[in-house]
């Protein structure tokens, strides 16, 4: 995998397990053109399969094209990947597509610290992402459906 030289050491970082998964699918993308990327179609059926909610069950038939906003799908996968059968409470949140409901997810920090979600809120909708780190201007996030 090929990060920009600035995240290099992500990949020497043990970090918490949801930023090792998420790092194994770093670059993944829409598909350019008509048709949908088939690996982010996957993820929400994979999810609707497994949670089996109603919520799930509908976003499985709701995500039917890459062109729909897909940073909550990515960080649900990652959740759900990253998840110990001994901490079911690390599931993700109900409506997981909405990156506005991830504010719900887990606890409140002061200081956002390797591996935390952060929740973006923007005119017209929000971005949720893992923290990296951060710089006087930006916060650096990894996530879905972002550059």
Same mark, same amino acid.
């Given at each position: 995998? $090929? ?7 992500? !990949? ?23 048709? *949908?990327?088939?690996? +982010? ?5 994979? +999810?609707?399969?497994? $949670? ?14 890459? $062109?729909?906003?897909?940073?909550? $799908? ?22 997981? +597509? *909405? ?14 610290? !390797? ?33």
């Amino acid at each position: 995998m $090929l990060l920009p030289p600035q995240y290099a050491f992500l !990949l020497k970082e043990p970090g918490p397990r949801i930023l090792q998964e998420a790092l194994k699918l770093f670059g993944t993308k829409e598909q350019v053109g008509p048709g *949908s990327n088939p690996t +982010l179609l996957k993820w929400a059926d994979e +999810l609707g399969d497994k $949670l089996g909610t109603a919520y799930a069950r509908w976003a499985e038939t709701f995500y039917t094209d890459d $062109l729909i906003p897909w940073c909550g $799908l990515f960080i649900a996968y990652v959740v759900d990947k990253a998840n110990d059968a001994k901490r079911p409470e690390r599931a993700p949140i109900t409506k997981y +597509l *909405s990156a506005g409901e991830w504010a719900h997810w887990g606890i409140g920090v002061d200081k956002a610290e !390797l591996g935390d979600i952060l929740v973006f809120v923007r005119p017209g909708g929000g971005h949720v992402g893992i923290y990296i780190g951060e710089d006087q201007f930006n916060y650096h996030v990894l996530g879905g459906n972002q550059a």
